[in-house]
């Protein structure tokens, strides 16, 4: 009855190779860089795509304008403050409320894919020159007037010591003692991708984290979470959408760092992992034929194996399956299995592009971690569970876990 699917048909020329780690020759802007998304023949009918119009899609592969997300990546990172905001104590503080950690987090979200260097060719506090509440800045559209003017002053004020073209993306660590605490409004944005953006020697601003304030909870965790914002950020200029919408984090709970970046740490969804470029075609399957086919698949947090199989019901959406368990970046998982969660590449950033499907619905979850979001946290599926989509004719079975911790997985399609 069930074959095992090994889906490794003809690659076809694109190379992964990017994903060794070795070093570019070259410096490259921001958005330079080539996409190497992980793809076969087998692999083609779950290449889903949204509408052009949708600002930031869930789809495979990413356009082009965003940054690199494997091989080397330069982020210049730059501490700044202004008149009415000094920064207080020294700007090599502030940069280590991120670093090194936000470096070991993508090593090992990329399973060494992503070779991140922050570099700090301006050591100490960059003045602004005007100051802070003269910009205007509250959470709002790339590039408005205020922003705009932020970064051209940034621009201005780096561009002696700076080649903007050495790097690939931008990071900038506001002084915390500007603007309002996280605590009451988060003002953390990315432009990402965005071709308006200022010129700096040459090449455009377009890709560029701000990270404001302290993402301090009071729970006494802040020097071990505190950094994630700047994961979450820069998961933006690599061209990935906002997963919690207006009403929180219920649509994905702590199953991805675009989904909540506070509290315990946690990975990125494997979808969002083959999407970067993490994933080898070898490590996908494309469950696109109708009849039973059984599945392998290893914890997501582990390097090497099958680590997602992907369901495609058109040419937008579909179901994608992986295991989820404690380990590597993932520390808040208290029920491993499998995860099951719809995406849709035509829904926007921050409007639910991506729904996780409740195993235990109503249950209240098992965890107690502080911004956690509870509900999802018992969401994946145990050996045994079935997740079932009748109107699409769609059955995936959780069938055995073996000693090594793998699980396998029935799926069944009309
Ligand atoms: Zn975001």
Not at 314 to 331: F, P
Not at 367 to 392: C, I, Q
Request: aromatic residues 8%; negative net charge.
């Amino acid at each position: 009855m069930a074959a095992l699917a090994s889906v490794t048909a003809l690659t076809l020329a694109v190379s992964t190779s990017a994903g060794s780690g070795r070093p570019t020759p070259s410096p490259t802007s921001a958005g330079a860089g080539p996409i190497s998304l992980a793809r076969s023949a087998a692999l083609a009918p779950c290449m889903i795509n949204g509408h052009p119009s949708v600002q930031m899609s869930e789809g495979v592969p990413t356009p082009g304008g965003y940054t690199r997300s494997t091989g080397t990546v330069r982020a210049l990172t730059l501490m700044i403050d202004f008149s009415d905001a000094p920064g207080r104590g020294s700007a090599r503080n502030r940069f280590r409320e991120f670093f090194p950690q936000t470096q070991a987090w993508f090593r090992t979200a990329s399973y060494g894919r992503l070779d991140y260097h922050p570099a700090t060719p301006i050591p100490g506090w960059l003045r602004m020159p005007k100051p802070f509440k003269e910009y205007g800045i509250d959470r709002g559209a790339p590039f408005d007037p205020g922003y705009r003017e932020l970064v051209q002053d940034i621009v201005a004020a780096a561009d002696p010591v700076v080649d903007f073209r050495a790097y690939d993306l931008l990071n900038v660590l506001v002084t915390p003692n500007a603007g309002p605490s996280a605590l009451d409004t988060v003002l953390s944005v990315t432009f990402a991708g965005n071709p308006e953006a200022p010129v700096a020697d040459g090449v455009p601003v377009s890709n560029a984290s701000f990270v404001y304030s302290r993402q301090d909870d009071g729970s006494g965790s802040y020097d071990k979470t505190g950094y994630r914002v700047l994961p979450h950020e820069n998961g933006h200029v690599f061209g990935l959408p906002d997963l919690y919408t207006q009403e929180g984090g219920g649509a994905v709970g702590h199953w991805d760092i675009m989904s909540e970046d506070w509290g315990a740490n946690n990975d990125l969804l494997g979808w969002h992992k083959w999407k970067l470029g993490w994933l080898d075609a070898d490590q996908i399957n494309c469950a696109a034929a109708p009849g039973t086919t059984e599945y392998t698949l290893t914890p997501l947090s582990r390097a090497g194996g099958p680590k997602l199989v992907f369901v495609p019901l058109d040419r937008r959406t579909g179901y994608a399956v992986e295991l989820r368990t404690r380990g590597g970046n993932d520390e808040a998982v208290c029920r491993p299995g499998i995860l099951i969660y719809k995406v849709d590449a035509d829904v926007d950033t921050g409007m639910g592009p991506i729904t996780v499907h409740d195993s235990q619905r109503g249950s209240g979850g098992c965890t107690r971690s502080p911004n956690v979001h509870a509900e999802l946290s018992d969401a994946p599926f145990v050996p045994g569970e079935t997740f079932k989509d009748p109107k699409r004719g769609i059955r995936i079975s959780v069938t055995a876990a073996d000693l090594e911790g793998d699980y396998r997985v029935r799926v069944t399609r009309r």
